[in-house]
Each structure stands twice: as C-alpha cells, then as structure tokens.
C-alpha cells in the first residue's frame, strides 16, 4: 500500500540506473532525496536530483570511476562527489550527521542512518527518500503527509534548526512561497522572529541568492508580505519596501508573463530612486547585468503611461530595446492604479512585445560618401536625420532621408532633417 514513484522517467532513465547500479553494491544503498522526491509528489517540474548513498565519498568517486562514469570531489568534505552520466549531473552525497555546527559551517561525520541524515535536513518535506525502484522511505514518519499537504514545516525544534543555519530563515518563506499552502507555519514563523537577527551573519551572496528564487514563486506576495510583517525583509533589503506594487506586478503576470521575471520583481518591490538600486545591488551582491537591468527599467519606467500613442511606444521601443521596454512598461504599469484589465497598458504591452524593431537605415558613412569631412558634426547629423526618420513613424527610406539633407561636399552644413 506504500506509494512508489516507480514509473518516474527521471528514476527509471538509464543514466541514472548507471548511478545506481555503480554506487549501490556490496552492501550499500543509495536513493534520491530532497527536491526531486518532494516534486515528484507534489506534481511539480522535477530539476536536479539528488542522491543519499551510504557509501563513503571516497568510495563512491572510485565506484563511479570504475563504471566509466565521471566523478567530481564537488564538496568532499561534507561528503558530496557529483557523478555526471550521459552528460546529467548528480550530486552524491553521503548519509551523514551534523555533529556540531556554527551558524553554517557543520562538523559532519559520515553515517549510514538514514533516520540520522533526514534529522540534519531542514523541512520535513525536503526529507524524503526513494529507492530506485520507486518506494518511498519518511523517516520523520510526516515528510510525505506534509509534501502532500504543502505544509512548510522544520524538522525538530525550530528555533535550534535555525541557530544552526541562519539560511533556513530564507529557505522556509522559500520553500513555503513555491510549494506552501494555506498560513505560514505558526512555530516556524515564530522562531524566524526570534532568530531574525541572525540573518546579518549571512554573506550578501547568498540573501541575494534566496531573494531571487523567492520573488517568482506562486505564493510570493503573501510570503513577502509575511517577510516584511515579520521585519525580515527589512533586514535583508533595508529602505521602503512597496509592497502594493509588488502585488500589483504579481497580478500583471497572467496577462504579461515577464512580470515573473525575479529581477523586475525585485525593482519592483525595493527601488523608487536610483539611489535604491545601488543599495539593493550591493546588499543582495548582484550581478552587474542584474544591477544594470534594475536601473534601466526603472530610469526608463518613467516615461511609459497608458496614453502614450502608437508612434510613442514604437520610439520606446527603438531607443530602449525590447527587453529594457517591456521591464520598463511593466515597472511603469504596477506603479499606477490602472489593474491588469487596463486595455491602454495591454495595448501598449502588446505593441512592445509585437512591434517589429526598426533598423535605422543611415549611417555615418553614408555622409562621408555624400561629401561631409570627419568629425563630430558627422554624428549631430546622423542624430538629426534619425529624428526625422522616427517622426516620419520610421518610414522613409535611406534614399528618401539622405536626399532631403543637402549636404555639400566638403561642409559640414546640413538642412532638411529634423523638420
Ligand atoms: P530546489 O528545487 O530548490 O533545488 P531542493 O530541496 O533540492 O530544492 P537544495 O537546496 O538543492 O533544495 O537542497 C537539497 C536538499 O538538501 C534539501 O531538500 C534539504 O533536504 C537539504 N538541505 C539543503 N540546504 C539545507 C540547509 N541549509 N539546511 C538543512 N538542509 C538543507
Ligand atoms: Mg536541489
């Protein structure tokens, strides 16, 4: 009567039978844990997997070697070798207890309890097991009823489990933004309060890192909201938190998938002046392209309305790029009372995402070809040329444009663009 997963492609494919069958002999055991078992149950898009083995890390890189597979000592010391197969990774690591730990650095020893690893993980959800043929293993004897339930809960005391790992802080509203339900677990929100200072102790790097993965996820307006009643969200971000414009994004997504994007969620929900962008670059330890994106969009996102007209929206377009237009648009469309049902907003999105990008059909060389020395008026003509051409609705042609310049051959003079 037990439920098995005996039919999931990702446990019955031949590159990870090769894992198995190198790593799960004499006497060993080796079974996927943690997400792919948790999606698997919940009907959820099964990414990486994962593998608990009783083996040794030493001993699972020399099996692994030794079917022709690839071994990588990714983390050896906690016990993780990455065995690649057919070109798919997958992070081995062995049964282990955490013996003391600070904050994140855990002293481990290997084990082969399989009770003994599941207690050192963090959500009971996140601690389940199955066998390669697809039996599922509950050590805490309440992981698969709370997956099944959606219920985000930690493993054992929760105040202890986050003084071990401050990370857990951000990984419980994680977890309960992507596969939660219902009200935030009551102990481990009250736990989260208590610890919340702890979160300081966290590098930028991985904040930032758990702040983008939980932006997009279904459940992060309520989530966020609970982040920020709860002071996290204020520890981890700092500044003015706008969460109506967050929600508002959110509600946009149905009609403009982009609205997912963690990015725009972020600039969203933290930056109204350009000041907060470098803030919350440096605090979350952004990327330069992230940090880039967030202050285009929102530099941009102020000269987008519902009004603007058709020629209007096709300029945005050309100057800005369709990906800088669309995070703009939307930046500038949650921050204004208009709802998703908006037919201006939906017109303008649509124009964006449709319209055809126009390539200005004139360059420098063209003038140079017409007469015009080198030089810096070379580029004021170019841009006054291409004034023209946008107003013209990006119509007239390379020969229509360079016709009506009249420049002479030698002079810098030029007349007719722009008018
Ligand atoms: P995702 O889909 O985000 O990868 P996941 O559950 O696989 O979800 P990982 O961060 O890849 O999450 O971790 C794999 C497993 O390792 C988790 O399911 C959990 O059992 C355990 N784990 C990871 N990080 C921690 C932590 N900080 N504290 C306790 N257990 C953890
Ligand atoms: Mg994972």
Redesign the pocket.
């Known amino acids: 009567m037990s439920v098995r997963l005996s039919d999931a492609p990702w446990l019955v494919n031949a590159s990870v039978r090769a894992v198995f069958e190198a790593i799960a002999v004499e006497g060993d055991a080796a079974r996927v844990?943690?997400?792919a078992v948790?999606n698997a149950l919940l009907g959820e898009p099964v990414?990486?997997i994962?593998i608990a083995t009783t083996a040794e890390p030493v001993t699972v890189a020399a099996r692994a070697r030794a079917a022709g597979l690839k071994a990588i000592p990714t983390g050896i010391d906690h016990g993780t070798i990455t065995v690649v197969s057919d070109g798919i990774p997958y992070e081995v690591t062995t049964l282990r207890e955490d013996v003391e730990t600070f904050g994140r650095h855990a002293v481990v020893r290997f084990s082969r309890d399989w009770a003994a690893d599941a207690a050192?993980?963090?959500f009971t959800m996140?601690?389940l097991y199955v066998d390669p043929d697809g039996a599922i293993h509950d050590p805490t004897g309440v992981g698969h009823a709370d997956c099944l339930a959606r219920r985000v809960r930690f493993i054992g005391d929760p105040g202890a489990r986050i003084a071990e790992?401050y990370?857990?802080i951000l990984?419980f509203f994680r977890f309960h933004a992507h596969y939660g339900s219902g009200a935030i677990d009551e102990a481990g929100l009250s736990a989260v309060i208590a610890a919340r200072d702890g979160l300081r102790k966290l590098s930028a790097e991985r904040i930032g890192h758990e702040m983008l993965k939980i932006l997009p996820a279904p459940h992060a307006v309520e989530t966020v909201e609970a982040m920020a009643e709860t002071g996290i969200i204020e520890i981890v971000a700092g500044g003015v938190m706008r969460l109506e414009d967050f929600a508002h994004l959110d509600h946009l997504t149905e009609f403009a998938p982009e609205a997912r994007d963690a990015v725009l969620r972020l600039a969203a929900l933290t930056c109204f002046v350009e000041e907060d962008v470098e803030r919350l670059s440096d605090r979350l330890r952004l990327s330069n392209a992230q940090q880039k994106r967030m202050a285009d969009a929102l530099a941009a996102s102020h000269g987008f309305s519902a009004v603007l007209d058709d020629l209007a929206v096709r300029e945005k377009l050309y100057r800005l790029g369709h990906h800088t237009a669309i995070d703009a648009a939307l930046l500038a469309w949650c921050r204004d009372e208009a709802g998703p049902e908006d037919q201006g907003w939906r017109r303008l999105v649509i124009t964006l995402r449709n319209a055809d990008m126009p390539a200005f059909p004139v360059a420098g060389r063209d003038l140079l070809a017409l007469g015009m020395k080198p030089g810096p008026q070379v580029g004021e003509q170019l841009r006054a040329i291409e004034a023209h051409w946008i107003s013209s609705g990006f119509t007239l042609s390379r020969t229509e444009l360079l016709d009506g310049i009249g420049v002479e051959p030698g002079s810098p003079r030029g007349s007719g663009a722009g008018g």
């Open positions: 844990v943690g997400g948790r990414g990486d994962d050192r993980r963090d996140n601690a790992d990370l857990r990984r």
